[in-house]
């Protein structure tokens, strides 16, 4: 079966005054028809820009898609025109951009940002735009939609923005969905109802769907695949079971050995020392050999190779054959 998306060696680079700073470099990945993959790891490990990348949003200058291919159904949109892009943009891949407080424009109102992508797309007359606005409303869960429909997006909650941007990425019936944060900055109980109402609508319309998020919670309940990224790289690729259960790369293990158990009693929590390298100047071997407890001499002067650990699960790292070994001594610290 042909892959819905297949991203291929992406890198992208952007030139600033302080040199170049390779925010992906080196990154594959890829998604089939009705899966979900989630792109976890730290803020500024080259996430967002992996999607922005995708969309081909990034701002030249000072960013640059600088190699790599991205296959949507087999056609490398980095050689569509900037036309194309624009058809493919909403009505083949919709995104819900992270910040649903600043992502919608405050001088429109709901009814009429959703409506703006069906007109382009769909070539729907404003009367038929309207109505489909409105089910898409429905679609979502916001009640009242004929009275949300009127209003702005400072008249909402958090929640309702979200569902909102959720409505317009939507709305043309995207065959992939690319979800950037969709949970940042909402309380619990939402959370759960905007994974719940993603996973629905995927299910209904059979969509691809990408979940970008820091959070391994929802990484564990909603995804297939999962994409491990570190600091411009990919550190690990397998499925959800793969990564959560047999995971080989020390910072997947310390990302699960941060996540607070109820077992730890009064423990202090586990934590991955340093912090994520500037993109200027990463290390010249592996990028996670800066906070890697079990880092050799090869680590800091030598990228490690992607290495096969069983089917449809790769991990880049030096020390495969040993993490094993030191996977408990991983799982048991606290610093």
Known sequence: MSKLLEVKNLKTYFYTDDGVAKAVDDVSFSLDKGETLGIVGESGCGKSVSALSIMRLIPEPPGKIAGGEILFKGKNVLNFTEKEMQELRGNDIGMI????????????????????????????????????????????????????????????????????????????????????????????????????????????????????????????????????????????????????????????????????????????????????????????????????TFAIDKCWNEEPPMTDVEPGHIAACWRISEIDKFKEQLLNSVV
């Open 97 to 292: 951009f992270q910040e649903p407080m600043t992502s919608l424009n405050p001088v429109f109102t709901c009814g009429d940002q959703i409506e703006e992508a069906v007109i382009l797309h769909q070539k729907l007359t404003k009367e038929q735009a309207k109505e489909k606005a409105l089910e898409m409303l429905r679609l979502v869960g916001i009640p009242a939609p004929e009275q949300r429909y009127n209003e702005y997006p400072h008249q909402l909650s958090g929640g309702m923005r979200q569902r909102i941007m959720i409505a317009m990425a939507l709305s043309c019936n995207p065959e992939i969905l690319i979800a950037d944060e969709p949970t940042t900055a909402l309380d619990v109980t939402v959370q759960a109802q905007i994974l719940e109402l993603i996973e629905k609508l995927q299910t209904d319309l059979g969509m691809g769907v990408i979940i970008i998020t820091h959070d391994l919670g929802v990484i564990a309940e909603v995804s297939d695949k999962v994409c491990v990224m570190y600091a411009s790289k990919v550190a690990e690729y397998g499925t959800a079971d793969q990564i959560f259960y047999n995971s080989k790369h020390p910072y997947t293990i310390g990302l699960l050995n941060s996540i607070p158990k109820l077992s730890a009693g009064h423990k202090k929590l586990a934590t991955i020392e340093g912090s994520v390298p500037a993109p200027t100047n990463y290390p010249a071997g592996c990028h996670f050999c800066t906070r890697c």
